[in-house]
């Protein structure tokens, strides 16, 4: 069913897999192909991690922040309990975001440095010494 024709003739990619049905539309497929390096660094990279991150420090810290101020200024009981309550969520989000970035994002970025020391190191072993270099060869020991 995937390669059948649809109602104007061309093929229906993939329609079982529920994909966006503007991608047959000429105008949101050379959007895609201007777009599709920023699109490929959103997917694969960690950019919706770290606006997530961001995000949740400054609502965070702006709640931590807005009940203290709230609760020192407040008198009745209800309004008290929602002070309360705005603090506690303002510093649960705010070390969260911190807690995540030490064992996530710290650990992720250290992991990929690694990698491309890994990758480098391995290249340049791979890859003969040039010619002419002062490195003995190893051939003229008995």
């Known amino acids: 069913m ?39 660094r959103s997917a694969y990279g960690q950019r919706i991690l770290y606006q997530s991150l961001g995000v949740g420090f400054v609502v965070g810290l702006a709640a931590h922040v807005g009940g203290y101020l709230l609760k020192s200024s407040v008198t009745t009981e209800l309004l008290g ?38 990758d480098a190191y391995e290249t340049t072993r791979r890859d003969p010494a040039p010619a002419g270099s002062d490195q003995a060869s190893g051939d003229d020991q008995p």
């Open 2 to 40: 995937s390669g059948e024709p649809g109602p104007t003739g061309a093929p229906q990619p993939f329609p079982d897999q529920g994909l966006d049905p503007r991608l047959g539309d000429p105008e949101a497929l050379a959007w895609m192909d201007k777009h599709l390096p920023e699109l490929r």
């Open 81 to 118: 309990l929602v002070a309360d309550l705005l603090y506690a969520l303002g510093y649960a989000l705010w070390t969260g975001v911190v807690v995540v970035l030490f064992f996530q994002v710290v650990p992720e970025v250290k992991r990929r440095q690694i990698k491309r020391w890994l």
